[in-house]
């Protein structure tokens, strides 16, 4: 089990960790801190959609379901005295295990009927949460919503740095699966499924597994927003936005790419902090890239970069040939 | 009695996606012929229709009908223009009815006009669809089903028409029938462009014959040339 | 005896109720029927179609049900440019590429609705539309009844344009079997541009009949979505009757559900059927089994 080096080495990889590490510290604008722990946050949320339907197939619309479980879970465990360290594991293990719970009927569908099926569950689970008050009575005027109780001492400096680390997790997580006996089972199946079930592989498990670990990460990545955001409520954090940002994101980076999702990502990031006053229309920019990228280039910014012979010879010299 | 050419296939090269599946084929027929085209199962017969109907078109050479080129065409346009196909497995629409069925084959401009004209031959042909004109296509035994394909070939006016295996899995008396309905629809004119396992079976119904194997033409000429010719002798007579 | 009295009201509510349910599903049916496309973005369109009805109302005092004159061709066209331009182009990129542009013109739709007309409620309400009417004891919103009617006339003429018109037949037989239908001499990429457009037409009829029933948001296409989805796979796929009584049925679940279980709850169990239905049979009760 090897761990998986980066192009070009440790050291750039690691000199930009700790520049982003630092920025909170030497005093950079709480904007831009906020932009870059979204982009954190969105990456991991990117990439495991890449791994769903970029490199598993499936074409899975239920990833708000993770999220938002993921930061009801840690927010519901502020007020029953669960450390916030807990409500993390817990939120990632929630999301985990409704996945897993979900996969029994939704597994049975194929094609469209996954992806309707696994839209329908964060609706559901819209609905669910706006009738169930797990703990308390009234909060914030009697709505569905909850206010984070503490955060246990995490300061946003810190829940910053969490950001980094599910975010830069999430890339590695990406690259190891990838270069593993999953990735490479799961190449098969997108390949032919049939074949690839003949050939032995147990395509169900291989599906399930990157179900889980996409639950586990998305989760995860919920608890740490709502962690920040200290407030959730229903409408928004089971809300179909997550997936569009998620689609987006990877759409125009790239699907099946590792640095795509990166690249989406960072554009998304990009044109929300451009027109943060009109949020609306950063949105509807997105849908445009989006239809146009699907249509004029589907293999997004890094398929078409592959392609391009520059970008060959500039790989050739990061790794040093 | 000069006979105009009605199809001219000139050289064509047809790939499906990368796998070549027809080289340098070129072949000839004149209006009101009948002509067999040969060959074992992955000769390559079926792609040389469908390439004629337009459903693929050629990397190399070119289709010419009654003298315009039509390489490029779109299906639908083929059809409009007088090429119809009656595909391999009959392709009948199961849950219409066989009279809805045989309305749809009149689908083109030219043809809608005609489709009483239409339908009263078809039904002189085939007074078994007639009668079952009402019940829906999967109500249809195998033979009754290739009725209605060729009927439904046949309302779309065509000048020329193209069939693929018509005889599969049906016994050799409704083959006979429907050999026979098919020189009634050469006598009006059209002229008949068929595939046919059954060697034999083809060159005592055609006048002109092509023997296709692996995506070339090996042999082609007048029915009674090829009966005496060594190979098909050898290859398909066993002699 | 009041047992059954009071089972009336839900029963009759619900029926009528799946009219416009079925209204709505009837678009998304005639599309997935016809091109096995989920056109997501299906209850953004809805919404369009009633946020233009709004828009004739509110600034020309133009009646929502006349101002369809103008909403359906306007939606023909929106549909025919889609499927034609956009979807036709994204079936060749592959399987997933429909759905994702689908989604892409959902953002936009959203987010331009919720631009022009805020986050607000809006509701479609002349006269008429909070009237109510009597049958027997009971009193029912006239609305639901126009629904009602709304969704027999839709679903019939549909049905007949299939079984009838040359391009309804084209419609059909594209549907089941592309190749042959392009022997036939069907343009098919034309047959789809207009089966979408049609379906588009349809989602016309039911925005409007939506907005006059209940209040609406720039993001309750979602919810509408899978209604219609629900609606589609409990009726059958491409069945026009199918989708009718799937409607019916759906609004019983959810007026049932509302009687018996919760009523605040009633969405809940709507989605809780239809993922249940998808799980066990998902061509539905009345669709043909697709062929593998």
Redesign the interface.
């Known amino acids: 089990m090897t761990i998986p080096r980066p192009r070009g080495g440790w050291a750039p990889l690691a000199a930009v960790v700790v520049i982003l590490a630092v920025l909170p510290v030497v005093g950079v604008s709480e904007r831009w801190l906020l932009y870059i722990f979204l982009f954190f946050v969105y990456l991991s949320i990117a990439n495991m959609w890449n791994l769903l339907c970029g490199y598993s197939g499936l074409v899975c619309l239920c990833l708000p379901a993770f999220i938002g479980l993921g930061g009801y879970t840690l927010v519901i465990g502020t007020w029953v005295g669960l450390p916030t360290p807990l409500g993390i594991i817990a939120g990632a293990l929630v999301a985990a295990g409704f996945a897993l719970l979900i996969s029994i009927p939704v597994f049975r569908l194929k094609g469209i009927y996954f992806a309707i099926g696994t839209l329908v569950v964060p609706e559901a689970l819209k609905y669910v949460f706006f009738l169930w008050r797990p703990v308390g009575g009234a909060l914030q005027g009697g709505g569905a919503g909850y206010v984070l109780k503490s955060t246990d001492g995490f300061s946003t400096t810190d829940i910053y740095w969490l950001a980094l680390v599910i975010g830069f997790a999430s890339v590695f997580l990406m690259r190891f699966i990838l270069s593993s006996k999953l990735g490479s089972g799961l190449a098969a199946i997108r390949d032919n499924e049939r074949t690839a079930a003949i050939c032995g592989i147990d395509v169900f498990r291989l599906k399930l597994s990157s179900f889980i670990i996409a639950a586990l990460v998305t989760g995860i990545a919920g608890t740490i927003f709502y962690l920040r955001q200290a407030y959730i409520e229903p409408a928004s954090s089971f809300s179909i936005m997550w997936t569009m940002m998620a689609i987006v994101s990877v759409i125009i980076g790239g699907l099946r790419t590792e640095a795509g999702p990166m690249f989406g990502a960072m554009i998304v990031v990009f044109l929300q902090f451009l027109l943060s006053r009109y949020a609306g229309y950063s949105l509807i920019i997105q849908g445009i890239i989006l239809i146009g990228a699907m249509l004029a280039a589907p293999q997004g910014i890094m398929g078409f970069m592959g392609k391009t012979r520059s970008y060959r010879s500039l790989l050739q010299w990061v790794r040093g040939r | 009695m000069s006979q105009e050419t009605l199809l001219n296939v000139s050289m064509i090269d047809v790939f499906h996606g990368s796998l070549q599946a027809l080289w340098n084929v070129s072949l000839t027929i004149k209006a009101g012929e009948i002509v067999a085209l040969i060959g074992t199962n992955s000769s390559g017969k079926s792609t040389l229709l469908d390439t004629i109907s337009n459903l693929i078109h050629p990397a190399k050479g070119s289709i010419e009908f009654e003298g315009k080129s039509i390489t490029t065409l779109e299906p639908y346009e083929t059809v409009a223009l007088g090429i119809s196909q009656v595909p391999e497995g009959r392709g009948i629409f199961p849950d219409i009815t066989v009279l809805d069925n045989l309305i749809i084959g009149s689908y083109n401009r030219k043809a809608r006009a005609k489709r009483e004209h239409s339908l009263k031959m078809v039904y002189g042909l085939f007074p078994r669809l007639k009668e079952r004109k009402d019940q829906l296509g999967n109500t249809l035994s195998g033979g009754e089903q290739q009725m209605l394909a060729i009927g439904r070939g046949l309302m779309s006016a065509p000048k020329l028409m193209l069939l693929d295996e018509m005889s599969l899995g049906l016994a050799p008396l409704v083959v006979n029938y429907l050999y026979e309905a098919l020189r009634g629809i050469s006598g009006r004119g059209i002229t008949i462009f068929f595939v046919e396992q059954n060697v034999r079976r083809s060159l005592a119904e055609a006048e002109r014959a092509y023997i296709l194997e692996g995506g070339r033409v090996v042999l082609s000429g007048p029915v009674a040339e090829l009966r005496e010719e060594e190979k098909v002798r050898k290859a398909y007579f066993g002699i | 005896m009041t047992d059954l009295a009071d089972l009336a009201t839900p029963i009759v509510m619900g029926v009528l109720l799946g009219g416009l349910y079925a209204l709505i599903a009837m678009g998304l049916s005639l599309v997935f029927g016809v091109m ?3 056109n ?1 973005a299906h209850g953004d369109l809805v919404l369009f179609s009633s946020y233009f009805a709004y828009a004739a109302m509110a600034l020309l005092g133009i009646d929502p049900i006349l101002s369809l004159l103008m909403g359906m061709p306007l939606l023909f066209a929106i549909g025919f440019v889609i499927q034609k331009y ?1 979807m036709k ?2 079936f060749g ?5 429909p ?3 689908a ?6 739709l ?3 609705q ?2 022009t007309w805020s986050p607000m409620a809006r509701g479609l309400t002349p006269a008429y539309a909070l009237e109510s009417f009597s049958m027997g004891p009971f009193r029912f919103p006239l609305a639901y009844l126009l629904d009602f009617i709304a969704a027999l006339v839709v679903t019939f003429s549909l049905r007949e344009f299939l079984r009838r018109t ?1 391009l309804g ?2 419609i ?2 594209a549907s ?2 592309k ?2 239908a ?7 990429g034309r047959v789809y541009a207009f089966a979408f457009a049609i379906a588009m037409a349809t989602a016309a009829i039911s925005g409007v009949f939506l907005g006059l029933t209940f209040p609406f948001t720039p993001t309750s296409g ?2 509408f ?2 209604l219609a ?1 629900g609606v589609v ?1 409990i009726g059958g796929l491409g069945s026009m009757v199918g989708t009718f009584i799937g409607g019916m049925i759906l609004g019983l679940a959810q007026t049932l559900g509302g009687y018996f279980v ?1 009523a ?2 009633q ?2 169990i709507l ?2 059927i ?3 239905v ?2 066990v049979r ?1 061509q539905g009760l009345f669709g ?1 089994k697709e062929r593998t």
């Open positions: 096995k496309l989920i997501v956009l182009r994204a990129i592959s399987m997933e590429a759905l994702l542009i989604f892409g013109i959902s953002l936009i959203q987010n331009v919720q631009l040359y037949k084209a059909h037989a089941q079997d190749r042959t392009l022997l036939m001499g069907i343009n098919t979602v919810s979505l899978i989805f796979i919760s605040t709850a969405m809940l989605y809780i239809v993922l249940v998808l799980a998902p043909r």
